[in-house]
T-cell receptor, first 111, second 111 residues
Framework: DTEVTQTPKHLVMGMTNKKSLKCEQH?????MYWYKQKAKKPPELMFV???????INESVPSRFSPECPNSSLLNLHLHALQPEDSALYLC??????????FGPGTRLTVL | GEDVEQSLFLSVREGDSSVINCTYT??????LYWYKQEPGAGLQLLTY?????DMKQDQRLTVLLNKKDKHLSLRIADTQTGDSAIYFC???????????FGSGTRLLVRP
């Protein structure tokens, strides 16, 4: 298995909802990442987990809460989001560091 | 500071070669990367080059690195309509887990 999978593909939520994004990889990679990408912009790093521990948090608001239950799974819990949080959320993994392999993304719309 | 710059748009005819250029600022980057993003999709790692190399070829792709000028280019030979996408170059940031992306070059291949 040489890919990163993300669910759901699309998500529409209200500002009072709680939802979660999921990411999975079975390449034995030990680092996993969450990125946010707005239209016509490059991805922006949000969080990095290395060996299942949070190693980088790029000053992301607390309404985004990452979780790494095991070395293959990465979740992003969402609560009380704002319309400006609407974006494509990308998950990536890497061996530990260096080349990152991206999933297809979750298109999030906050109403 | 770290900054990666790319031209925004390139249009070529099918069958021609495409050259996408990138300049970066951090001379300590160990690896430099090229990613491709098709509409509505995640990022696909196309190729990367180690900083002590000046050229890398992989089928239709040729990467050239000029460390003195901090200039990276991606040449696509025999460009096809399926190559139409946004191409991002990226350098390593202050951590091997961080990628600094350029703004992306939109490649349009005309039939």
């Amino acid at each position: 298995d040489t890919e990163v999978t993300q669910t759901p593909k699309h998500l529409v939520m209200g500002m009072t909802n709680k939802k979660s994004l999921k990411c999975e990889q079975h390449m034995g990679h030990r680092a996993m990442y969450w990125y946010k990408q707005k239209a016509k912009k490059p991805p922006e790093l949000m969080f990095v987990y290395s060996y299942e521990k949070l190693s980088i948090n790029e000053s992301v608001p607390s309404r985004f809460s990452p979780e790494c239950p095991n070395s293959s799974l990465l979740n992003l819990h969402l609560h009380a989001l704002q319309p400006e949080d609407s974006a494509l959320y990308l998950c990536a993994s890497s061996p530990p560091a260096n080349e990152q392999f991206f999933g297809p993304g979750t298109r999030l719309t906050v109403l | 500071g770290e900054d990666v710059e790319q031209s925004l748009f390139l249009s070529v005819r099918e069958g021609d070669s495409s050259v996408i250029n990138c300049t970066y600022t951090d001379s300590s980057s160990t690896y430099l990367y090229w990613y491709k993003q098709e509409p509505g999709a995640g990022l696909q790692l196309l190729t990367y080059i180690f900083s002590n190399m000046d050229m890398k070829q992989d089928q239709r792709l040729t990467v050239l690195l000029n460390k003195k000028d901090k200039h990276l280019s991606l040449r696509i030979a025999d460009t096809q309509t399926g190559d139409s996408a946004i191409y991002f170059c990226a350098e390593e940031g202050d951590s091997s887990y961080k990628l600094i992306f350029g703004s992306g070059t939109r490649l349009l291949v005309r039939p």
